[in-house]
């Protein structure tokens, strides 16, 4: 049913759907936009953290006076105590607050601790040698995959898996925090949860009797913008709260942001994910079977069950699955959790069985597309991706090719939900003008801020430039946490009904004016409100404000809104297809090209919907063939914790990219999140790309060239 | 914000212990400072205690206090409040605080402040809006988090500045010393292709 709430038809928009550039852009781009990490208020103090040199140890010893008898130094809070156990390296035990980041450094060398110290695993990938480390985790059979198993045509048995990784935000993670008075916290938070924030840290300080006690209300959180966070970002974290109790104990704003190797080591880490897979299929290609064992480490902590088999569904399937626990840096949400890693022991295999039936895997994919639950969208993808790729023109038999540098395509499917979150949004419409959305939301960087200025703009029918956003302050309206693709779902929803609710206001007021008897026989365009009927009746936008005299309109909007039309949608399908270049000699692998086809419904603002899919295909180019989380199990310690050896693609490592948005098809769905689906599937594309190229299979990603003179090795040598 | 400086022995300080004292603090500079260039300084001793300095930055000078391990990036952020330049790996990796000094792309958390007195500092500061390279950055949305972009910026200018005309090539090759986690390399492609056509060689501000 429609509602005056829907969006407008394709040709009745002006800015929707179109290319406008970050509202914001110019302030990072000149160094203007303040961080977290930019923060000074006046007196400030810079703490720094004291932790664990061990994997697993538990604290016998704390002597914190070498620390506090420093000059300059101004406070000091423990995080963990005698007793405690501190189960990776990185680990936080305690936070010095000093006059400056030299003495807060050279206080940390001065904080004495000593540990009892423990056995520790590191390693994961050799599931054997985890012992008593395994947890069990989820079982899960349907059909009869044994018989299946047996009856099927062709069957294969293979490894797959890839690496643990790191965010590696370039904003490390951190807090400026200010505890001004009994009741007045402002942190100024690198995170994805600005209505998050208040309630975590209230939490935390409630823990501790000494301290007063807050609500969040008494806390205000203030992220304008935020360097990186790829699901990392949503908790205040023990750093934060010890900057809250440091400011409390010292009267004055105390920033603690992480370092480097804290960041790489403690922030955040997406699980690895690794497995033993059988599939079976009809001569014809159709799957009808996929077992797997898959093992996975998310730290000390239990981790999520798998999505095996990942997007493609036969009807016998097996799942058994268990988690490994080890004395690493605990897994957080990173994009699309799970998907990515799933995508590669699902197509990396299934890539691999079309080539046992000796058929091209764009045919493959194709026919088994009646096992995913979009089987028109993904063969209509596939079709437009290999037509942008040049498969049919570059696809071969794996192996077959001569000379050192060997080229290969792969191909890999993805899914993901982006349903839109929670959102209540306030349009205020004053009398000189002057329009502005309010929302407690954030811009992580995916242009949040954008987009609904563009929804308000599109609604009032003025130009982008003639709406402000407030947002980024945790006293405007809640807005959900930037997460799960579901953001631009919820504001855009949020700040449509809001904009509409205002519009209406304003329509009343001028109705006499007009001679319309309702607002409902007024539509705003162009810059005027106008009669619908006789367009030539209208009023300017500023004398329609004018007529407000002193009053201000001030009106909600709300996601979800039962009454108010269905704005956005969840559940997107996306193609991707690589092609590559292999050295056989040194095993170094060069991206030629990338391909991605994505679905996400309505787009709001092309140029940073695109942005979002250049940017998924860039970070799955480093975690297919460069970024991994090394560990030596010898030692228990994080060897690349650092930017030089945590290895991240350059400008020239990243080949031609060539973005399709399915523009238009899918308009009527609403809007639907785009920041996870395209980050799923550049891991399997590129390691069936190389196995296309070399005819040999590296099984895990990273594809470094270690693995494949490995690959090389182990099917024969070059030949 | 300094109180270290009275905290400090003032007499028994050798050029070692400061070499010394360099490494711990701030990494690389350790081996930076054992240059021949550094050697040939010869006998000037300074710190371990702040010692005042006078920074030329944008074309005006900033006096400040300082201890000599404080990098100019430190120096920048925390001294003077010039948060344009920014922290990410303060390894001389990832070039999120590239300035330029003496019209060359320095990486700011490897240069020491006392260093870089005397000589011609610029920062992302210096850039508006309208600038090539700026404004060509948003165009070409060659941003998304923003935090590698000022440093991104400041490597584009240099880089332009000291080679006119670059094809796509040159330009990977010149930028390669900054790293973006967002992926925004296709707009900085983009963007650093076009304003190659305003940015002219030589220093537009003779700084």
Known sequence: M?????????????????????????????????????????????????TSPHANARITRIDASGAERLKGVRGVVLIKDIGDEVQWTGAEIAAIAADTEEIARDAVRKFKVEYEVLSHLVKEEDVEKAGNRVVPGQENTEGDPSKALQEADVTHEGYYGAATITHCCMEPHGNTVHWKGEKDITVWASTQAVGRIGADLAKNLAADPSLPKVSPSDIRVITPVMGGGFGSKFNIDSWGVAAAKLSRMTGRPVKIMLDRDEELQMAGARPSYFGNVKVGAKKDGTLTVFDVESWATSGVGRGGNPALPYV?????????????????????AWRAPRHPQCAVITHCALTDLAHKLDMDPVDFFKKNADLTARPDVYRTEIDKAAELIDWKEKYHKPGEGSGHVRRGVGLSIHTWGGRPHDSQCRVVIEPDGSASAEIGSQDIGTGTRTVIAMVLAETLALPVSRVNVKMGDSSFPPSGASGGSTTVGGVSSSTRRAAVNALEKLKEKVAGDLGASSADEIEAKDGYLRLK??????????????????????????????????????????????????????????????????????????????????????????SALWEERVYDQMSGVYLNADMEFYKLAGIGDIGELVVHMMTGVYDDRGVIGLGEPPAISPMAAISNAVFNAIGARVPTVPVTPDKVLAALEKKGGMA | MEGLKETQPPNGFSRRSFIQGVSVGSGAAGALLATPEAEAAGGDVVGPGAVSMTLRINGRNHSLEAEPRVTLLDALRDRLDMTGAKKVCDRATCGACTVMVDGQAVYACTMLAIEAEGREIRTIESLSANDPVPRNFVKHDAQQCGFCTPGFVMACQAFLENNPNPSQADVEAGLSGNICRCGTYVGVRLAALDAAKEVKGGRRRGY
């Open chain 1, 533 to 622: 009927e006789n367009p030539k009746k209208r009023i300017a936008w500023t004398a329609a404000c004018r007529k407000l005299s002193t009053e201000t309109i001030s009106e909600m909007g709300n996601q979800p809104d039962r009454d108010g039309g269905k704005l956005a949608d969840s559940g997107v399908g996306g193609v991707q297809m690589a092609d590559v270049s292999v050295d056989m000699e040194t095993g170094i692998v060069t991206m030629n090209k990338m391909v991605a086809v994505q679905d996400c419904g309505l787009i709001i603002d092309l140029k940073l919907a695109e942005s979002q899919v250049y940017g998924s295909l860039i970070m799955g180019i480093c």
């Open chain 1, 2 to 50: 429609a509602t005056k709430y829907d969006w407008p038809s394709a040709a009745d928009r002006s800015v929707i759907g179109r290319s406008v550039s970050r509202l914001d852009g110019a302030e990072k781009a000149t160094g203007r936009a303040k961080y977290a990490y930019d923060r000074n208020p006046e007196g400030l103090l810079v703490g720094r953290l004291v």
């Open chain 1, 312 to 332: 493609i569904e036969p009807p016998n399937q097996r799942v058994r699955h268990v988690n490994v626990a080890t004395n690493t840096g605990p897994a957080r």
